[in-house]
């Protein structure tokens, strides 16, 4: 019998793996082994496999295998609505599975990479006696980390959550003054040159602040991590808009008419069904307690 067009090779039906489909949807959504691979956290010759053995069990062939892409064929496309259906269902259903755990095991939190290195951390350590039986996982990263896919179970933000059914409130005010290293604030105005922030963070407040201070005066340093910038601040590269907490012990000058010039909320965010989970549950009330003590540090 002639094989029909798009069935591979060596079609062997038989029951659907969970992460078979689960491998599909990043794929689909990737375009590439490679990045698919990173998110997934295995090899790309991991996902090459699945993706393989799903089409195998389907009797379809999933992707076209372009040289750098793979691209849904006819099939692959009429099969992803009912795939993503699928990981909605098997991710709800994780997150019912937390909200029913104990106060054993694993708490994912996702932060701004200073705010967790120099704030977070040596806090949460030192209540370490407070949450023995719970394994802290500190996801530090600029970018809003996604509660719907378990990326995290919570999530300290910048910003309102906007996503429809997460829940979020603000535990503190963060606070930024002008910084340089001492004796730059002694050189002309017009010689100044600036540390802005990266591709990443060039839509924020603090950098729109920034380019209306800096009015023209050219940036010597860019970093999408503010640990960078301190860094950069203190070798003498130019002048930089900081939060407090970071530049008022890195042996920085602060300018004098700029001390608090811009302050954001740090907002907890979680996603309902998560709330539930008795660990979650106490790994939120510990750190809002360290930001509303911290009140003070963060202004």
């Not at 969970?18 to 375009?31: C, N």
């Not at 050219?218 to 503010?226: E, G, K, L, Q």
Request: some cysteine.
């Amino acid at each position: 019998m002639q094989k029909s067009i798009g069935q591979p090779d060596h079609a062997t039906p038989g029951p659907l793996d969970w992460d078979d489909i689960r491998y599909f949807v990043e794929l689909a959504r990737q375009e590439r082994l490679s990045a698919a691979a990173r998110t997934l956290a295995v090899e790309h010759s991991t996902v090459s496999r699945r993706i393989g053995t799903l089409e195998a069990r389907l009797g379809l062939r999933l992707f076209d295998r372009l040289p750098k892409r793979w691209v849904l064929t006819a099939e692959g496309e009429q099969l992803l609505a009912y795939a993503h259906r699928v990981e909605d269902e098997a991710l709800s259903f994780a997150r019912a599975g937390m909200g029913a755990g104990s106060v054993r095991g694993v708490v994912k939190v996702s932060a701004p990479p200073a705010l967790a290195a120099s704030l977070l951390i040596p806090k949460l350590a030192a209540l370490r006696a407070r949450w023995p039986a719970i394994t802290l996982e500190i996801i530090a990263e600029v970018r809003q980390a996604n509660l719907y896919r378990r990326e995290a179970d919570l999530a300290l933000r910048l910003l309102r959550p906007e996503e429809p059914g997460l829940a979020g409130r603000p535990l503190a005010q963060m606070g930024y003054g002008l910084y340089a290293a001492p004796g730059w604030f002694t050189r002309p105005d017009s010689d100044w040159e600036f540390i802005g922030y990266g591709e990443a963070m060039k839509g924020s407040p603090q950098q729109a602040w920034l380019d209306k201070f800096a009015a023209g005066r050219p940036y010597a340093f860019w970093s999408n991590d503010a640990q960078a910038m301190l860094a950069a601040c203190r070798a003498g590269l130019g002048v930089s808009l900081l939060p407090h907490f970071l530049g008022r012990d890195a042996g920085l000058a602060l300018h004098p008419d700029h001390t608090q010039v811009l302050s954001r909320p740090i907002w907890l965010v979680v996603h309902p069904d998560v709330r539930r989970s008795p660990r979650v549950t106490l790994v939120a009330e510990l750190l809002a307690e360290l930001l509303e003590q911290s009140g003070t540090a963060l202004l």
